[in-house]
């Protein structure tokens, strides 16, 4: 059980109940407070969560005039955030790149987490344009969470979680922790492209398998379909959240999370939360390129 171990800072590969630090970027403000939620489910009462905003550096006055937005937005995230019990601390800077002054942010605040958001649809133009996010997603010295968000996620109930034959344990660990209220419901949904039976057997015991990691309600639902992403959104409907990992291709500047993940995030009812873990990008591509060239066929 995850509420046995010591405390850990870094990785939910490693961590207990909840990250020590939160660094949680704060940019627009119609959807900065959901960002806080999050960070809130994801901590407890004596965890920090640090506010960001980076403004770029321009001539004084246009850079006076988005520094007082963007302290104004973090004092406001701040001030929330302790209203739900959180200790939370601003940080409001000026860089020449944001990217990297998030990044170091996160070194000096020994976060294990950073939040960010998305907003849009996720395209390869998107994703090339929005480089903020995606030089953070690859520079990230510890775990990072994208979240796009289409629904209140303070009262979760059900949360999806698509899963292989082989678990993702940092995921599990990620869910755990988004499911502090027992009456939330996750929902493991595998998607088999065959009709076999055979297959399908093997897959569903797998599938319960997992499911044992999880405390709480836990359903598994096997989806026969040739497409993952119609498979895996046959059943978000009725669904608060969906958690996604990355696919061997994020590594790749057109693709934010992978084929999939991006694909599910685009065209699902719900919210979800892109989350990756802090694997370095030069190992996550030679371990994608060896999938590539090694699975076996289907």
Known sequence: MMNERPRERGSTENASTSYDHVLISVSNPNTADQLVVLGKRLTDTSSVLHMVNVTVEAPFPQRAASWRKSSQLVMDMTHYATRMSRVAKPLAATARSIPAAIVNAAKDTEAG?????????????????????????????????????????????????????????????????????????????????????????????AVEE????????????????????KGVLSVAEENDLIVVG?????????????????????????SVLLYKSSEKKLLSWFRGLFKTLFRRPS
Do not use: Y
Request: proline residues 5%.
């Open 113 to 205: 987490l950073i939040i960010m958001g998305w907003f849009g649809r996720v395209t390869p133009l998107a994703v090339k344009k929005s480089r903020v996010v995606n030089k953070v997603l690859h520079r990230a010295p510890c775990d990072i969470a994208i979240l796009k968000s289409r629904n209140d996620i303070q009262g979760i109930q059900r949360i999806v979680l698509p899963v292989g034959q082989k678990s993702h344990d940092n995921r599990f660990a990620m869910v755990r922790m988004l499911r502090r209220e027992e009456l939330t419901k996750v929902v493991l949904v595998h998607v088999v492209p065959s009709g076999s039976g055979q297959e399908e057997e093997k897959a569903r015991e």
């Open 210 to 229: 997992q499911a044992g990691k999880l405390e709480g309600p836990v359903e598994v639902r096997l989806v026969h379909s040739a497409d993952i992403v």
């Open 246 to 270: 990355p696919g061997r291709e994020w590594v790749f500047n057109r693709f934010l999370l992978g084929h999939h993940a991006d694909q599910i995030t685009n065209r699902a009812p719900c």
